[in-house]
């Protein structure tokens, strides 16, 4: 194990073991203290990966496409500084974004002409990746309740050329009860501790991190969730995932929904072309999970992609 794991919180550590396989916990382990390259999708709203790809080559710029997702690139030679500085970058034709990031969407699966809800937007990444396979086409409802972040948000939404969204500035807690049985699709990107971007060499990413954060943030999760799953339609789908290990953030918040919302939604597999996956757990510490939570996917830290988390439910 690398020296600047020591770094990381003790007890954050302890519980990783518990939860990942015992045989790749050192490797999983000695993600947090290595660099990971850029990765950035191709905005198909204004460009597509061919031309894009060709003029950051004329630039001096070196990119592997992401083999398991269209539209997807590694940046292999030159800095994310000088990526921000080409026109390809300033005027939206990317965006940078990790590679977990972009599977909540892709999950999803929204449809042109569909009503979407992005239920806790900002800064946009995932909203504009939804407008894209939109295509621009259909109603596109992102929300967030934090003034300083939503005009972060609407500003990349503008940069992107997204042309279906409609901003909103509303608790999302509340947002069920004010339109309910509303939207076809409904991602719930939920504020979370952020386990799965500890970074080793950079302690502004761990030092917040407590237990207690832990829970508020799996207190704030469930009110969330439960207005997400009010707001979707009969029949709709809504994707919950996290960039966190905690499983009080992720399969009790699902364990959670599935007991408040008993018969009326139902966890579907998940199909990913990854090899750094596992199935969520059936339980945690002295709890026991509804046993379709194992149909939920935990992404694992590698070189390239950080850990997330990530479920689908569709509403009966």
């Known amino acids: 194990m690398r020296d600047e794991i020591k770094r990381l919180p003790a007890e954050f550590l302890e519980r990783l073991r ?20 850029t990765t950035f999708r191709v905005n198909t709203l204004k460009a597509t ?42 005027t939206g034709k990317i965006y940078v974004q990790n590679l977990s990031s972009m599977i909540p969407v892709l999950v999803l699966d929204p449809q042109p002409g569909e009503t979407i809800l992005d239920l806790t937007a900002a800064p946009g990444s995932k909203t504009t990746q939804i407008a894209c396979l ?27 050329g997204c042309k279906n969204v409609e901003l909103m500035l ?37 030092g917040y991190w407590k237990i207690q954060k832990v829970k508020e943030m799996a ?11 009010q707001a979707l339609k009969p029949g709709g789908i809504l994707v919950y995932s996290t960039c966190t290990f905690a499983p009080e953030e992720n399969e009790e918040v699902l364990d959670f929904a599935l007991k408040k919302n008993e018969g009326q939604i139902e966890l579907e597999s998940i199909k990913l072309p990854l090899t750094n996956q596992m199935p969520g757990i059936r339980s945690w510490q002295d709890k026991k ?13 590698a070189n390239q992609m950080e850990g997330f988390f990530v479920a689908r439910l569709r509403k009966s």
């Open 289 to 301: 999970f509804h046993p379709s939570i194992s149909k939920s996917v935990r992404i694992l830290p």
């Open 219 to 229: 207190h704030k999760q469930k009110k969330l969730i439960f207005s997400g799953i």
């Open 134 to 160: 939109m295509k621009n086409d259909g109603r596109l409802v992102a929300n967030d309740n934090n003034k300083i972040r939503f005009f972060r948000l609407k500003a990349n939404i503008e940069l992107q």
């Open 18 to 37: 518990q939860l990942v396989p015992s045989h790749k916990f050192d490797s999983i382990v000695n993600t947090f203290a290595v660099t990971k390259p």
């Open 49 to 90: 990966a061919e031309t894009v790809e060709k003029e950051l080559r004329g630039l001096g710029f070196r990119c592997d496409r992401a083999p398991w997702l269209s539209g997807a690139f590694i940046l292999r030679e030159g800095r994310l500084r000088e990526l921000q500085e080409t026109e390809i970058y300033k």
């Open 170 to 206: 509303k608790y999302g807690e509340a947002f069920g009860r004010i339109f309910p049985e509303t939207f076809d699709r409904v991602l719930l990107d939920a504020p979370c501790s952020a386990e799965g971007r500890f970074d080793a060499n950079d302690p502004r990413s761990i």
